[in-house]
């Protein structure tokens, strides 16, 4: 460029004024219209060789003669690493809101099987995070649970009302209410999950349905021994019914009433536990229904037309436990002052209980995999954490039989839907069944032992959670830990000081780990700081000179390359060996006005200098978290020891707080 006084602006007017199609309108050439087109776009290296710069003494300089054209990349900010043999390329489906998971992965998984079929030779894909067996796992513990509850309740149905017909009766209410109920959630859009059907309690879902059936049964043991005709049964039924109704449906209808303050929730709790409530709402329901209409009609039906009674086994059960219960009745009557200061004073203890409870927001859910959170220092390069992330993987591999495999998201991807540093990434490792774990016996033992292999790393913090946790907790707070304290301020260098000092706090809280601080500062850069004066002895503009900077080491795009369906961006940049150092910043050449151009560093000085790393606001204030994970211990418990920790020690200048 020097040498034939060439300038990266002259470059970047050639390549975008030889790299265009045209249309000409038509020629009409009866009987048929001649359309004119100026076919003059670039098809591949060798046209964008021959482009043409300028013309100095009559010999025209073009591309080829400054410049090498290849086929490159744009800069990277990210990498993927796995099972420590180096770097894969990753990629991942986003399912559109308000669709069914399990659906769309099924649908997926045919598309990929497509694809497979059009990959070149020795390139395959490997699914290594698939939700759907997560979804399934929780779906079918649901479904035992649900066929499990079932049968406990049909058994205690026929034992206690000892006649088998009647318990059927009942007992056919659980699966009617239970296709109500879900014929409603298909209805409302609400999906089936852990929360939406592990609430269902098929002895709420009966209840209605045992009082029916057992008054309609003691109706007809009361009477004398005989046989009923078919007009008889229904008019008994309905006698029965009829006057144990309004005791069964108050019953049901203050259950349901319970869990209308859930429907009101809004935000992450109604997302949460509201389809909860709409479920167990709509079995409910669809039993209130049932216990109306369905029991008494198939009682008149089912039920033997007999009327008096045998004792039987349900008979002595029940005799027993009221003989049992008699006394104890009897004896409480007698000492009513004591039995309720009895029951206060045990509902004063329980509220004391209460108090002392740990809480949580839900429980924790056993994924079967761990995510850590892996950071290295401030300022450090791509190159640099992928080699960190690629030794952790190979301990982890090595240490651990319990491994299946081990991915590592590091930066920003290309389509950057999870940015973060390059100092960081996200280590998803996948785990074996837990009948083949031999390292640990759970899930919390086994991240402590992989934290303490890990701290073989240099310079390295990790922390442990598991991957949908990790995303939940990013949601809700912004962080990836499971506590997050948010220090609101102006200053970045005062907000560090004071997450040093909440720091030294967070060490001392029994249960507190994979302690985190958020880096604001210390990044490296390379300043450019334009000398004003300079350029206006030049003749130049800021602009000028930031467009060139920008263009020479970041890359700028002239235009497009098409190559069937394709499209490349055409991008102008320095060669690699031409911007490997600060010596080739200040070199940089300007192009000047009317005159030969000159190095950067005449028109500006360019420094090596600290710089903010990052800067996080929230409601527009800014902000440094201060992050870390709780084993061993209930999270409300550790976030009130360390509120009152910071209210006592820590003081707040003017315009910052917690």
Request: aromatic share 6%; glycine share 8%.
């Given at each position: ?12 007017e050639?390549?975008?004024?030889n ?22 776009m ?9 482009i ?76 290594f ?5 997560l ?28 006649n088998?017909?009647?318990g ?11 296709l ?28 209605g ?174 190159s ?73 790393i ?49 060490s ?34 800021v ?32 060669a ?12 940089l ?70």
């Open positions: 460029l020097k040498s034939m006084n060439i300038t990266i602006a002259e470059i970047f050639a390549l975008e004024s790299n265009e199609n045209t249309g000409g309108a038509y020629i009409d050439k009866k009987p048929y219209a001649y359309f004119i087109r100026g076919i003059g670039v098809s591949g290296i060798e046209d964008i060789n021959k043409v710069i300028k013309n100095q003494n009559g010999i025209p300089i073009l591309v080829r003669d400054v410049a090498t054209v290849q086929i490159g990349s744009s800069i990277r900010y990210g990498a993927v690493t796995k099972d420590g043999k180096g770097e894969e390329v990753s990629g991942m489906v986003m399912m559109l809101k308000g669709e069914n998971s399990g659906q769309v992965v099924a649908r997926v998984k045919e598309k990929m099987e497509q694809i497979k079929k059009s990959l070149p030779q020795g390139v395959t894909i490997e699914p995070m698939d939700r759907t067996l979804v399934d796992n929780a779906i079918s513990t649901v479904q035992k649970n649900l066929i499990e509850g079932a049968l406990i309740v049909i058994f205690i149905l026929v034992l206690l009302l000892g088998w017909r009647a059927l009766v009942v007992a056919s209410v659980i699966p009617l209410a239970l109500f109920a879900i014929s409603m959630m298909k209805l409302f859009g609400v999906s089936g999950n852990l929360m939406s059907l592990g609430a269902i309690d098929f002895g709420i879902i009966v209840d349905a045992v009082i029916i059936v057992e008054a309609i049964i003691h109706r007809l043991q009361v009477k004398k021994a005989g046989q009923l005709t078919t007009q008889q049964m229904n008019d008994e039924v309905y006698e029965a019914s009829s006057k144990i109704r309004s005791s069964a449906a108050f019953g049901e209808i203050i259950i349901l009433i319970v869990y209308l303050p859930i429907l009101a929730l809004v935000g992450t709790e109604g997302k949460m536990f509201g389809p909860m409530a709409q479920t167990v709402s709509f079995a409910i329901l669809g039993a209130f229904i049932l216990s109306l209409t369905y029991v008494p009609m198939m009682s008149s039906l089912v039920l033997k037309r007999e009327t008096g009674h045998k004792p039987n086994v349900s008979d002595k059960i029940i005799n027993a436990i009221h003989n049992l219960y008699r006394p104890l009745l009897i004896k409480a009557l007698q000492i009513k002052g004591i039995i309720l200061g009895a029951s206060v004073a045990v509902f004063i203890a329980s509220l004391f209980l209460f108090s002392s409870l740990g809480g949580e927001f839900i429980p924790t859910l056993d994924e079967g995999d761990i995510a850590t959170h892996l950071i290295i220092a401030s300022g450090s390069s791509l640099q954490e992928i080699e960190a992330t690629t030794k952790a993987e190979k301990i982890l591999k090595s240490k651990f039989p319990e491994v299946k495999m081990v991915v590592t998201k590091i930066g920003s991807a290309e389509i950057p839907t999870d940015p973060m540093p390059i100092e960081a990434g996200d280590m998803i490792i996948l785990l074996k069944d837990r009948d083949e774990w031999t390292s640990a016996g759970n899930m919390e033992e086994l991240a402590s032992k992989m934290a303490e292999a890990l701290e073989a240099p310079g390295v913090e990790f922390g442990f959670q598991q991957p949908i946790q990790m995303r939940f907790n990013e949601l809700i707070s912004g962080a990836k830990q499971d506590v997050a304290v948010k220090i609101f301020g102006e200053d970045l260098a005062e907000l560090t000081r004071l997450a040093g000092q909440v720091k030294g706090l967070v001392n809280v029994s249960g507190a780990t994979d302690l985190y601080i958020e880096q604001v500062s210390g990044l490296p850069q390379i300043v450019v700081q334009v000398d004003r004066e300079a350029l206006a002895r030049y003749g130049l503009s602009e000028e000179v930031n467009q060139t900077v920008s263009a020479a080491f970041a890359g700028q795009s002239a235009g497009l390359v098409y190559e069937g369906e394709r499209r490349y961006d055409l991008t102008v940049r320095l690699q060996n031409q911007r490997s150092s600060i010596e080739d910043v200040r070199a050449t300007i192009p000047v006005p009317d005159g030969p151009a000159v190095p950067l560093s005449q028109l500006a000085s360019v420094e090596l200098r600290p710089g903010p790393n990052q800067i996080q606001r929230e409601d527009a204030k800014r902000r440094l978290t201060v992050g870390f994970n709780v084993r061993g211990r209930d999270v409300e418990s550790v976030v009130l020891e360390l509120q009152q920790k910071i209210n006592d020690q820590i003081k707040f200048p003017t315009g910052y707080y917690v």
